[in-house]
C-alpha cells in the first residue's frame, strides 16, 4: 500500500479533516506503538508499511535514549504502560484531546489491520495490554 492511500483510509476512517491531519494521526499513533511494543515487532511492522509511515515506528526504536539494561528491557517487552498513557501520548504527539486521539488512534489501528500481514497484526495484539488491545478491530482484538 503507498503512504497516499494509507493517510487516505486514515483520513476516511477517522473522518479528519485533511490529509494533514491525517498524517499527524497515523504519526501520533505510530510513534506511541513503537514505544508500547517490542522493538522486534516494531521492525516487522515497519517493514510492511510505506516508507513514510515506517519511518515514525524506526525513529522510536532507534531513539530509546536510556540506560543500556531499559534498552534492553524496552527492546525485548517494549515500554508497559497502559490505555490512559497511550491515548496521552497521542493526545500530545498530535495536538489533540485524548477522546480525538482514541478515535483516531483506532481508525489507524483498523487500517494497519488491513495494510500488513494479519500474523504481524496477531503479534502486535499479543504484546499489547488487554485495554490498548481494544482499540484493534473487535476480530483482530479477540483473537490476541
Do not use: C, N
Not at 493517510?7 to 494533514?20: E, N, S
Not at 501520533?28 to 516494531?42: K, N, Q, W
Not at 535514549?65 to 528491557?73: K, V
Not at 488512534?105 to 504481524?120: F, G, I, Q, W
Request: charge should be negative; hydrophobic fraction near 40%; aromatic fraction near 2%.
Amino acid at each position: 500500500m503507498r503512504y497516499e492511500e494509507l493517510t487516505g483510509q486514515v483520513q476516511a476512517h477517522a473522518d479528519l479533516p485533511d490529509r494533514q491531519a491525517a498524517e499527524r494521526a497515523l504519526r501520533a499513533t505510530l510513534e506511541t506503538l513503537a514505544e508500547r511494543i517490542p522493538d522486534g515487532v516494531a521492525d516487522h511492522l515497519a517493514a510492511q508499511l510505506p516508507g513514510e509511515a515506517a519511518e515514525s515506528l524506526r525513529r522510536v526504536v532507534a531513539g530509546h535514549e536510556t540506560s543500556p539494561q531499559r534498552r534492553a528491557d524496552a527492546r525485548t517487552h517494549g515500554e508497559p504502560f497502559d490505555l490512559t498513557t497511550f491515548a496521552g501520548r497521542v493526545a500530545w504527539r498530535s495536538r489533540a484531546s485524548e477522546d480525538t486521539a482514541v478515535r483516531e488512534a483506532t481508525a489507524v489501528l483498523e487500517v494497519l489491520d488491513a495494510a500488513v500481514s494479519p500474523e504481524l497484526m496477531l503479534k502486535v495484539g499479543h504484546v499489547l495490554p488487554p485495554d490498548i488491545r481494544e482499540l484493534l478491530p473487535s476480530s483482530r482484538a479477540r483473537e490476541s
